[in-house]
């Protein structure tokens, strides 16, 4: 992954404006279980529990689930994730997961301009809005990449 941005000289949205303003309209905090999931590194998680204020058994049970046998994401409800409150907003916003604070800016979106297109399905804010400066994406690409690395 770190190698991925070292190399990003090349990347398509170096040559191109990207614009991206996100609606809050909450569809990237939804999914299906089985092909969804919100990934924690552990120090996000250790954040996360003390946050709750409750036991780790407890965080397990209800709130995250192994994702590999070392590795935690936030469980999904319903189609949703376990934060996401009855208004569509975030409940945990300020201690949301790296995943959540750099998408839609991650390395296999920005790596080819028809990955990104295509999530256009996924998130409306894609290609609407300002232009995002470019640092601000190679920023959020080196935080999720590191965020990967140690999940
Ligand atoms: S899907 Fe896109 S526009 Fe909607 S809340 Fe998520 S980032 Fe914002
Ligand atoms: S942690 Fe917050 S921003 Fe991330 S998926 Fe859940 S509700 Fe959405």
């Known amino acids: 992954m770190i190698g991925f941005v070292v190399e990003a000289e090349c990347m398509f949205y170096q040559d191109k404006p990207i614009h991206f303003e996100c609606t809050a309209c909450g569809k990237c905090c939804t999914g299906n279980a089985e092909t969804h999931y919100i990934a924690l590194t552990p120090t996000e998680a250790a954040k996360l529990r003390k946050h709750l204020e409750v036991s780790e058994a407890w965080f397990r049970r209800r709130y995250v689930e192994h ?85």
């Open 67 to 151: 994702l590999t046998r070392d590795s935690w994401g936030i469980r999904m409800h319903n189609g949703q994730c376990a934060f996401l409150d009855k208004h569509g907003r975030c409940g945990i916003y300020a201690l949301r997961p790296t995943q959540c604070r750099t998408y839609p800016f991650w390395p296999e979106l920005m790596d080819d301009e028809a990955h990104w297109q295509a999530e256009k399905k996924y998130c409306e804010g894609i290609n609407r809005g300002q232009v995002v400066d470019i640092k601000v994406i190679e920023r959020k690409l080196k935080q999720q990449a590191a965020a990967e690395e140690h999940a």
